[in-house]
């Protein structure tokens, strides 16, 4: 039998919500899925989905605001627009290949990677790095234990596998998030907060402030965000989950920057010119 909702909760316009299940978009969204701001006249119903999930889901729009790679924004432009804030920013850090043992990253060609997804912007990163390599899709979470079994020549890290391959007894390879800084002088745009334009300008701009006062709440209370954070760390002692929450969340969150939306604009036009997705995509963030 469902809940008899109080009037109050039947008053509010429910706003589905979702992100991928660590630490880094945990932090980043603690006030919200704790109560700790009014967010009337909406409720957020929270989901947690690893990141290739959303992005498929973002295709058939089932969310209203939704954590999306940046690689996926190309195909759901029709349905949805960037936040302003939500980004995770790599500075000359960020996904990495990672192998049992060395070899130098000078091509790809022939290695067989094992990839998050091939709608995530580590896998579109690593095709600007060298398009020539054999892909194997296999969950975010189980790419490490593949490469040590023999099943890769080498792994593609998201998340905070960044900061534990070595631990697995891991090389690192290649690191992309270097790579693009050198290459680009820019922040690595790897993923953001989509929400949906049939929301209209009216609820997409509160939406957007409370979402942005969530993160600023977080990183205004960092401890007890921090230990909420902790429960999607995966294996992370609190000092790692701590370093990686700070490279993820931080000022670049709360607002992109002029440099941050220049890099989400060069890596989508840079992914068009090299083939990888097929029409040239205008970005648009919400104001």
């Known amino acids: 039998m469902p809940r008899m909702l109080s009037e109050k909760e039947s008053n509010q316009v429910e706003i589905k919500l979702a992100h991928s299940p660590d630490s880094d978009d945990a932090f980043m969204f603690y006030a919200l899925a704790t109560n700790k701001l009014d967010t009337r006249p909406f409720r957020f119903i929270h989901t947690l989905e690893d990141i290739q999930t959303l992005n498929q889901k973002a295709l058939a729009g089932v969310y209203d605001v939704t954590a999306i790679s940046f690689h996926a924004y190309a195909y759901i432009t029709d349905k949805y627009a960037l936040l302003p804030h939500g980004a995770s920013m790599g500075d000359r850090y960020g ?5 049992r043992d060395h070899w130098e990253p000078i091509s790809l060609r022939g290695k067989k990677i094992a990839v998050p997804g091939t709608m995530t912007t580590a896998y579109l990163l690593l095709k600007l790095y060298d398009p020539e390599f054999e892909t194997i899709v296999i969950p975010f979470d189980q790419i490490m234990d ?7 020549d080498g792994g593609l890290l998201i998340h905070e596998g960044q900061l534990t391959y070595a631990r697995e007894g891991l090389q690192k390879i290649v690191d992309l998030g270097s790579w693009w800084g050198n290459k680009t002088g820019l922040p690595l ?33 960092r401890q007890p965000a921090l230990e909420y954070a902790l429960k999607y760390g995966r294996n992370l002692s609190e000092g790692q989950a701590d370093e990686f929450v700070r490279m993820y969340v931080n000022e670049r969150t709360l607002d992109y920057g002029a440099d941050g939306r220049q890099a989400v604009e060069l890596l989508l036009r840079q992914a068009h010119e090299k083939g990888i997705i097929p029409e040239a995509v205008q970005v648009e963030f919400v104001d």
Do not use: C, F, M, T
């Not at 996904?95 to 192998?99: E, K, L, Q, R, S």
């Not at 593949?146 to 890769?152: C, D, I, L, P, Q």
């Not at 334009?197 to 009216?202: P, S, T, Y």
């Open 95 to 99: 996904p990495i290949v990672v192998a």
């Open 146 to 152: 593949a490469v040590k079994r023999g099943e890769a």
């Open 189 to 221: 745009p790897l993923g953001g907060n989509a929400i949906r334009r049939d929301l209209g300008k009216d609820q997409i701009s509160q939406i957007s402030r409370l979402i942005r006062d969530g993160i600023e709440y977080a990183l205004n209370h």
